[in-house]
């Protein structure tokens, strides 16, 4: 199998076995059931990473993949080759496309001109969106990942799709909301949340909410943890050069990060950032100050708190790389983006749509602010 579809690997840093796939590594050993939930051991580093139905998950991920290819254009649906060439008009004058790795031809549905310019930094946040259900104000999970230099939205993905999914890759509400995390220190939050990583079941089962479809309606609700990993696969595809991402602090977007970028992140070429933010003046422009460092959670990550005035923010080092970046790391681009959503009516009233719906609005909501910023 392609390693663009290993998800059951080894995500600790520095580990010789990171992203290297269960064949590839005498050191696993599968199912280990220690923590009470079925885990791929590593022995190298000691860690357990919850598994995942790997043929249900390929299947899965390649239907992802191709539809976002055959709808973009940017990267071959068969193959996932980057280099592609035009490769004449249809009758109705739509552009089709050739892979220059496999010949594979065809007709991307949105014509895009524009060649998206590789981000030198992603920045990556979650957000629960209502929309209609089975009931009303169900929850979808959505991952937006910015170009955190230019500002413009890279990816959406929401944990809806349209695609045939397993029953292991479904998300099942349980009924406890992991609780909001009260507007306290936003060291206390870190380690709150460090805390709550470890009351789910296993790291990677968020309970965000309630998300029944409407009856018969169409698609799944896939765990989050699913539609992340697919999100970054796709992200991996179109710029796997990307040196450095900064996250929210959730472990398995973590998780999902370092899996798909292994290659770059086993030879250390890699930075990958937990960042919290506590923003009380937007516009600012006093130098960031560092005051401290702190341990938290399971995993004992190193923190450094950083003031600005009345801003303060939390940056974590998940891989190495120079501690003083932390400076200018942020979630500014998100945070600008969620703002200008928040304005949006489309998107105020997504309660009122179907999950497909909403989704669908977001992907445009998108494309408008990327054209209002690149303008
Ligand atoms: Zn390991
Ligand atoms: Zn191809």
């Not at 896939?222 to 697919?230: F, K, N, Q, Y």
């Not at 749509?353 to 445009?364: F, K, N, P, W």
Request: proline share 5%; aromatic share 12%.
């Amino acid at each position: 199998m392609l390693t663009l579809f290993t998800i059951n690997t080894c995500k600790s840093f520095g580990c010789r076995n990171l992203g290297l796939p269960l064949s590839a590594s005498i050191d696993y050993s599968w199912p280990d059931y220690r923590l009470g939930f079925p885990a791929l051991h590593c022995r190298a580093c000691g860690s357990y990473t919850p598994l995942f139905d790997e043929q249900q998950y390929n299947e899965w991920l390649s239907a992802h993949l191709k539809a976002y290819a055959s709808e973009k254009g940017y990267f071959c649906p068969e193959c996932y080759n980057l280099k592609t060439i035009c490769y004449g008009y249809n009758p109705q004058r739509t552009q089709r496309v050739q892979c220059r790795a496999c010949r594979k031809v065809w007709t991307p549905k949105r014509q895009t001109k524009s060649k998206i310019v590789p981000p030198e930094r992603i920045e990556t946040v979650p957000l629960i969106v209502p929309f209609q259900g089975s009931s009303a104000e169900q929850k979808l999970y959505v991952l937006f990942s910015l170009d955190a230099d230019r500002g413009t939205v890279l990816h959406i993905s929401t944990n809806f799709t349209p695609h045939a999914s397993g029953e292991t890759l479904r998300y099942h509400w349980c009924g406890n909301i992991e609780p909001d995390l009260p507007h306290s220190d936003i060291v206390n939050r870190v380690d709150m949340r460090e805390m709550q990583f470890l009351q789910r079941s296993q790291f990677d089962e968020i309970q965000y909410g309630s998300a029944a479809l409407k009856r018969n309606a169409r698609g799944v609700i896939l765990r989050p943890v699913i539609a992340v990993h697919g999100h970054f696969r796709v992200l991996n595809i179109l710029f796997p050069q990307v040196k450095t991402h900064v996250i929210s602090h959730e472990c398995f977007l973590r998780g999902a990060v370092i899996t798909a970028w292994a290659d770059l992140f086993r030879q250390r070429e890699g930075e990958l950032w937990f960042i919290e933010e506590e923003i009380n003046e937007a516009e600012n422009d006093i130098p960031w100050t560092f005051l401290r460092t702190t341990q938290h959670g399971w995993w004992q990550s190193q923190w450094q708190l950083w003031v600005q005035g009345k801003n303060r923010k939390m940056a974590c080092p998940l891989t190495g790389g120079d501690r003083s970046n932390a400076k200018i790391l942020s979630l500014t681009a998100s945070r600008y983006f969620i703002h200008w959503l928040y304005k949006q009516t489309k998107f105020t009233h997504s309660a009122k749509l179907s999950a497909g719906r909403v989704t669908q609005v977001l992907l445009a909501l998108a494309h408008d602010y990327n054209d209002k910023m690149t303008r």
